[in-house]
């Protein structure tokens, strides 16, 4: 949709970074981080939620900008360590970008 329905869906969109940081906090904590496994499924759990949310109010640049960096802010105020937010944000960011044909792992068929 783009600005405008972004701007319009912020408080929506500010409501929703809070509640996946709450439960990504409640499922681990700082302190269990060390578990690889359940922190990737954490992750993808959360992500999961994002990229539904995503098609479902179609977000824009500025939407998909203000959602993961309120993700990454409310997780930071909970005690994880800045290095860890930014790289799930990058992560969340990568994941959330469609891939255009000429990039790599695109679906463009090989000449």
Known sequence: MGLISDFIRRKEIDALAKR???Q???KLPPVRLKDAKRFTQEFEII???IQGF???EHLGTFGKARLINNFQWALLEKGYDKELTQQLA???ATRLTPKRPNQPGG???NS
């Open 20 to 22: 996946l940081s709450e």
């Open 24 to 26: 990504f906090a409640e």
């Open 47 to 49: 992500l999961g939620h």
């Open 54 to 56: 995503q098609r479902k």
């Open 90 to 92: 990058n992560d969340i």
């Open 107 to 109: 679906d463009a068929a």
